[in-house]
C-alpha cells in the first residue's frame, strides 16, 4: 500500500521532498505559502481513505517552502475516527518512501500548563502517548524497527533549529510535554487533572502515533503544538470545535513564518536541488 501510495504520488509530484510537514486541524493556511505547488487529494492514492474531519482537508501539498523542497500535509488519520494503525501511519510511511528524512508534525492542542493560553506555539520535547493502541502492532515492516528507541523521539538539534528560527520570526515559543488521548470526546477536569500530574502540558488527539512510526523508521522529528483552547476546566465555558479551529488558526498565522525560517536553515541536511 505505501509504495503504491508513494509511486503514485511521485509520479505526480516530480520532486523529492526532503521534509515532510503534516497541518494539524485548522492550520491549512501554512500550506498557502507553498510555492510551485503540485496538489495531490488523499482521495487520488492508492490505500488512501477521505478524512472525516471538518478542518482537515485531505491532501497533500509539494512544492517548495524558503528553496526547501517539502511535502506539506493538510489533514491526518485519527484513531478516533476508527482508523487502524496502518491508516493512521499510511501518510508518514509514505513521505518517507518519497525520501522525506524529516518530519515536522502539527496539531492542535488544548492548553494545561498556566503560561500556555490559546494562540500560543509549543515545541514538543516529549510526549505521554495515552492511546492504549501500538502504532507499531502487527508484524514488522519494510525499514522499521521492531523495538524503536523512544528516550529522544524528538531531535534535539531540530529543537534547537526551531528555537532559533522562532527568534528570527519573532515567534514567542516555550517546550512542554504533549499527551495524546483517543478523544474524539474532550477531556472532563479531573481528566486534565491527571494529565498535569502525569507531567503533559498540553493534550490532543494526534501526533505521538505518527511520531512512533517515524522513530521507527529512522526520521528525525519535530513536534509543535497550536495551542487552540484551555483544557477542561481551566478556562471558562465549554469546548466547542469551531473554537479549536478558530484559535488554531490564528496560531497558525504564527507558525508559516517560523517554518519558513527553519526551512531556510535546511533542517533535513541535504543538498536542495534546484
Ligand atoms: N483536548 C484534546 N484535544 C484537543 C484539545 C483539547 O483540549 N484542543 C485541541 N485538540
Known amino acids: 500500500m505505501v509504495r503504491q501510495a508513494a509511486q503514485a504520488l511521485r509520479e505526480r509530484i516530480g520532486s523529492r521532498p526532503g521534509v515532510h510537514v503534516v497541518l494539524g486541524s485548522g492550520l491549512g493556511s501554512v500550506a498557502d505559502g507553498v510555492e510551485d505547488q503540485v496538489v495531490v487529494p488523499f482521495a487520488e492514492l492508492p490505500g488512501f481513505p477521505r478524512p472525516t474531519v471538518e478542518g482537515h482537508a485531505g491532501r497533500f501539498v509539494a512544492g517548495r517552502i524558503a528553496g526547501a523542497p517539502v511535502l506539506v500535509q493538510q489533514g491526518r488519520f485519527h484513531y478516533y475516527e476508527g482508523w487502524d494503525a496502518g491508516i493512521v501511519g499510511l501518510p508518514v510511511r509514505t513521505g518517507h518512501a518519497l525520501g522525506a528524512r524529516t518530519l515536522v508534525l502539527t496539531n492542535a492542542a488544548g492548553g494545561i500548563r498556566r503560561d500556555l493560553a490559546p494562540g500560543s506555539l509549543m515545541l514538543i520535547d516529549d510526549h505521554l502517548h495515552l492511546g492504549f493502541r501500538a502504532p507499531l502492532a502487527g508484524p514488522v515492516r519494510e525499514r ?54 502525569a507531567g503533559a502540558d498540553a493534550v490532543g488527539m494526534s501526533t505521538t502515533p505518527e511520531v512512533v512510526v517515524a522513530r521507527a523508521l ?35 498565522r504564527t507558525l508559516a513564518p517560523m517554518l519558513k525560517a527553519l526551512l531556510a536553515q535546511n533542517p533535513d541536511g541535504r543538498a536542495r536541488s534546484g
Open 144 to 197: 522499521e524497527a521492531r523495538f524503536p528507541d523512544m528516550s529522544r523521539p524528538y531531535d534535539p538539534e531540530l529543537l534547537a533549529l526551531a528555537e532559533s528560527a522562532a527568534l528570527e520570526a519573532g515567534v514567542p515559543l516555550s517546550r512542554g510535554v504533549y499527551a495524546m488521548v483517543l478523544g474524539p470526546s474532550f477531556e472532563t477536569p479531573a481528566e486534565v487533572r491527571a494529565l498535569r500530574a
Open 218 to 252: 529512522g526520521q528525525r522529528v519535530l513536534g509543535i503544538s497550536m495551542i487552540s483552547n484551555w483544557a477542561a476546566g481551566l478556562g471558562d465555558g465549554a469546548l466547542d470545535h469551531e473554537d479549536v479551529m478558530a484559535w488554531a488558526d490564528a496560531a497558525g
